[in-house]
């Protein structure tokens, strides 16, 4: 069975500082990879993911995550954030060989609550 | 908006009662999970319907169950509700590319 492990429950930081949301996750087996975001009174959104290929992945908004297979971690990564990046963020696995429908079956992490101060 | 709707938005509940929670997939997914988000948590998975059929399942007991419809559309099931089952359940549809999550339905169990 595969976890995912979010090491911060809440992440506080200044509107335009950087901040880095962190993801471990622990699979036997190949897994795609998957952020998701989660607004206030809203459902999940996917941020980026990733498949195969590239190991450095990018969200249309400004973040970015990175795969590196010998620390089975998975961070998410701004330069600088706004005030509307406030919300929960997830970290997700999924397993790779069970094709399509794979995209369904996740195991989240436990959220990581970044909170974006003017 | 990702085209997946779920009703109710919120409902209550007594223990032991039965409940049942609908989906209405994005048209032409053929796809459809159903995840429990207690408060504090991220989601969990409970089961999978692919193409009307289930296609795998968290570790749920049997008194959560699912349908899906030959429209696509779903209903989760529980029966003898227990108050640790008050949490956000959430549906989601996907075409086998992309995965659309619904707002989720709030269930709270007195």
């Known amino acids: 069975a595969q976890s995912v492990t979010q090491l911060d429950s809440q992440v506080p930081v200044f509107e335009e500082a950087p901040v880095e949301l962190r993801c471990n996750y622990s699979s036997s087996v190949s897994v795609y990879l998957f952020w998701y975001v989660q607004y206030p009174n809203q459902g999940l959104q996917l941020l980026l993911k990733?498949?195969?290929?590239?190991?450095l992945v990018e969200s249309i908004n400004g973040f970015e995550a990175e795969f590196n297979k010998s620390q089975t971690s998975f961070h998410l990564r701004k330069p600088s954030v706004h005030i509307s990046d406030t919300a929960e963020y997830f970290c997700?696995?999924?397993?790779?060989?069970?094709?399509?429908?794979?995209?369904?079956?996740?195991?989240f992490g436990q959220g990581t609550i970044l909170t974006v101060h003017p | 908006e990702t085209g997946v709707t779920q009703s109710p938005t919120h409902l209550i509940k007594t223990r032991g009662q039965q409940v049942t929670l609908r989906c209405s997939s994005q048209?032409?997914?053929?796809?459809v999970s159903w995840y429990q988000q207690a408060l504090g948590q991220g989601p969990q998975f409970i089961f999978q319907?692919?193409?009307?059929?289930?296609?795998g399942r968290g570790n749920f007991p049997p008194r959560f169950s699912g349908l899906q419809f030959p429209n696509y559309s779903s209903e989760l099931n529980v029966n003898a509700l227990e108050l640790d089952d008050s949490a956000l359940y959430l549906c989601a549809s996907s075409d086998n590319e992309k995965l659309f999550f619904g707002s989720g339905t709030q269930l709270s169990v007195l």
């Open positions: 997700a696995v999924s397993l790779s060989w069970a094709g399509g429908t794979s995209y369904g079956k996740l195991t």
């Open positions: 048209s032409g997914h053929n796809t």
């Open positions: 319907y692919y193409r009307e059929e289930e296609n």
């Open positions: 990733y498949l195969s290929g590239s190991t």
